[in-house]
């Protein structure tokens, strides 16, 4: 493909073979299809070849060692295309210039100076043009036409009247001069040629065509970089000996080695030793991660330091470098709203430039203007006229932004969520593991008059350890810290953001809200002021009890990420008004909203409830933005304007969010946002220019006041001017790229502190 009208024309005849969708991108040369069973990829492959095009399956597998040699062929692939091109474009530039230079500077125009240029200036027009002329004529035998039909009849068009002015005029006499002119005379046709427009306009394509390839192949850089983090080969253990073996023949549940320096060669997770992590390339945080054993680590990280010894749990394109770039190749493929209205026009702009162009030729050449003036016009506007800028503004700016974005640990899913940036007003963030860290802790353990600390402990530990909310994991480890072992639980049930109840040692012992317990027990005065006093410190209360009472209250810890207050303030910059949700209680909410100082708090709201504050918000005239990570978020995530998955969560947030932020810094929900405004921006002032400089242009081409070689160096320009407009979304960086080292705070360990000790620590829910 060659210009935007030529992924149009592909993709308006595949839209047309019964139960196929199919979007044809430009600037990645890639089709995305979806198609019926009844439709093969072989029946695909042959609608475009039947167009005179080509066409094959991608790699299914970007991540192995058949990925691996399969990119390296596409990159060499692409190195000889450049070489191919830059060989072409060199030699006949060598060859145009003499001949420009001999008709622009009247003393260098010597006796039969117009026959040299017609020497030098003929395997330009020929061989220099060629593929222009060839893909021209495959157009043709199809019945339509390409940004190569303008430039092929252009080039055409003034060496063949050259020909006639030299040999059947008076161009070709001894002595002939002809001085530069912007507008052609009328009645000197034949004593003028236009080889310097033929020579000058196929060199000044060839140079656009060039730097449009290195700007595409720079533009997708990202993703290539991406592609080829893995590791190549690896050190698998195999009966206590270590085999060196490629990273494709990796199976999961094999132990492999990863020594200081090395590469992680796929995800799993640490069976023996620690060290530090370095995952800047994959998630674009700067600070390394401390692994130790039954820690995660994933593929194409870099271990800074110490022996690993790994597990794999995920190879191949299940693995989280393999997501990456399938979402990214997906975003990139898709199309902008925008960029449809672009297609659309780029696919009947050159019919109607031909029709321009012969209309042109017929008004000069009725109003008196010689055949060769009005051919100058003529050509002008085919030339100047070319949609290539136009069909490269959006797909290229698109390329740039989601590849730097991968870059920086941020997934843009598609190009129509770049909109819903533009729009959102208000951001939604989850409390629990996006706000705060996730990781609980219990802080305190308070009984209730006559009881056992350490019996409340036990009881309720040993009901939770058969939970997995994070809450009933801090209660239940703390209770195995200090009790050795846990009793076995009977008839365990749960009831979702409510709490638990369960037979151990013969007691019905229930574990959860103070409102959920109170239908059943009594609560003692006593807990009730502790329950105060908890949530006034931005403590979860927790309460156990049994037998008709409750028996003693758990307070639980969370801790607000060191980098949530600055990227809260960074949404605001952005014009967002941030809202935290959560199903903790009012109290311990507003006290995490407060080290994060927000204002606005949706409290004691449960798993089921959150898409109807966002639906709510919606109802109240707001573009809503949604931040989370746990599987309860997915539904909300869905129902929001804009959903962003913290790329630390679930599978299930990840699947329902329009981005995705690789790390865990809030930091990165604000980079998104400005990246895919920064990206939007960039694509409507590619349009602006593209559109503009044809609605300039054209008239002045039409009036016969653009020569021939001007019209061609505009045209080029353009194209270049748009790829590198686009091609500065390269330098766009993160307010912040690391985190203040260590978490906010360190709450105290279980039973260390009374409720009425100030303790600078956040509550966490069962509803997250």
Not at 68 to 90: F, I, M, N
Not at 691 to 702: C, E, M
Request: one cysteine or more; hydrophobic letters at 50%.
């Amino acid at each position: 493909m060659t210009c935007g009208s030529c992924s149009a024309r592909i993709e308006r005849k595949l839209n047309r073979m019964p139960g196929v969708r199919a979007e044809v991108n430009f600037a990645v040369e890639q089709a995305h299809v979806e198609h019926d069973a009844e439709v093969s990829a072989d029946d695909l492959i042959a609608v475009v070849e039947a167009l005179g095009y080509s066409a094959a399956l991608p790699t299914p597998e970007p991540v192995t060692e058949e990925g691996t040699e399969s990119t390296a062929a596409d990159e060499h692939s692409g190195d000889e295309t450049a070489v191919a091109l830059r060989r072409r474009l060199a030699i006949s530039a060598a060859l145009a210039l003499p001949v420009v230079a001999m008709a622009m500077i009247t003393p260098l125009q010597f006796t039969y100076w117009q026959w040299l240029s017609l020497t030098l200036a003929a395997p330009v027009a020929t061989w220099g043009a060629w593929p222009f002329h060839i893909a021209a004529w495959k157009n043709l035998r199809h019945g339509s036409a390409t940004m190569d039909t303008l430039i092929s009849l252009g080039v055409i068009a003034a060496f063949g009247w050259s020909l006639y002015a030299l040999f059947f005029g008076y161009a070709g006499l001894p002595g002939m001069q002809m001085p530069f002119v912007m507008r052609p005379i009328a009645g000197e046709g034949l004593h003028h040629i236009y080889l310097e427009v033929a020579a000058s306009l196929t060199v000044f394509i060839l140079a656009g065509r060039y730097a449009e390839h290195r700007s595409k192949r720079r533009a997708g850089s990202a993703l290539r970089a991406l592609l080829e983090l893995g590791a190549k080969d690896v050190a698998v253990l195999k009966d206590g000996q270590e085999i060196r073996v490629p990273t494709g023949r990796l199976a999961v549940g094999d132990l492999f080695i990863v020594r200081p320096g090395e590469k992680v060669a796929t995800d799993g997770v640490v069976v023996e030793g620690t060290s530090a992590v370095d995952a800047s390339m994959l998630t674009g945080e700067s600070v390394p991660v401390e692994v130790g054993p039954q820690d995660p680590v994933a593929g194409a990280t870099v271990n800074a330091s110490g022996r690993l010894i790994v597990r794999a749990t995920r190879v191949g394109s299940d693995t989280q470098l393999a997501q990456i770039a399938r979402l990214v190749t997906q975003a990139q493929a898709g199309k902008a709203p925008v960029q449809r209205l672009a297609d659309r026009v780029a696919a009947v702009f050159v019919p109607v430039v031909v029709a321009t162009a012969a209309a042109t030729f017929g008004f000069w050449l009725g109003n008196g203007l010689d055949v060769a003036g009005a051919l100058t016009a003529a050509v002008s506007v085919l030339v100047v006229a070319c949609p290539c800028a136009l069909g490269l503004a959006t797909p290229t700016a698109l390329l740039v932004g989601t590849g730097r974005g991968a870059q920086l640990g941020i997934i843009i899913r598609g190009p129509e969520i770049l909109e819903s940036t533009r729009r959102i007003d208000t951001i939604v963030l989850d409390k629990t593991g996006t706000v705060t860290t996730g990781s609980m802790r219990l802080a305190d353990v308070v009984a209730a008059p006559g009881q056992d600390t350490d019996e409340v402990l036990k009881l309720a530990g040993a009901l939770e350890d058969a939970s997995e909310h994070p809450i009933a994991k801090a209660i239940a480890a703390a209770a195995r810290d200090r009790a050795g072992t846990l009793p076995a639980v009977a008839a365990f049930e749960g009831s979702t953001g409510l709490g638990v109840r369960g037979e151990v040692d013969g007691v019905t012992v229930l574990v959860g809200r103070a409102g959920w317990l109170g239908s059943e027990l009594s609560m003692p005065a006593e807990l009730e002021q502790h329950r105060k006093e908890a949530e006034a410190l931005g403590l979860t209360p927790v309460f156990a009890g049994w037998r008709g009472q409750v028996r003693g209250m758990l307070a639980i810890a969370d801790t607000v990420k060191a980098t949530s207050a600055e990227a809260v303030a960074q949404m605001r910059s952005l014009g967002l008004t941030p809202v935290l949700l959560t199903g903790d209680n009012e109290r311990a909410a507003r006290a995490v909203a407060a080290q994060v100082a927000i204002a606005d708090v949706e409290s004691d709201v449960m798993p089921a409830d959150k898409v109807a504050v966002i639906k709510r918000l919606q109802r109240d005239g707001r573009v809503v933005a949604m931040v989370g990570d746990g599987v309860n978020d997915a539904a909300a995530l869905a129902q929001a304007d804009l959903g962003i998955a913290m790329g630390t969560g679930t599978d299930a947030a990840i699947e329902a969010g329009d981005i995705t932020l690789v790390r865990g810094d809030l930091r990165a929900a604000a980079d998104a946002v400005r990246l895919s405004r920064r990206t939007l921006k960039t694509i409507k002032g590619n349009l602006f220019w593209a559109f503009a400089y044809n609605v300039a242009a054209i008239p002045l081409a039409v009036m016969g006041m653009l020569n021939p070689m001007i019209a061609g160096a505009a045209m080029a320009t353009s194209s270049v001017f748009v790829l590198s407009n686009s091609l500065r979304l390269r330098r766009f960086q993160a307010d912040a790229q690391s985190p203040a080292p260590g978490p906010a705070t360190e709450p105290p360990a279980a039973g260390t502190a009374a409720p009425g000790r100030a303790l600078q620590a956040t509550g966490g829910t069962r509803s997250g």
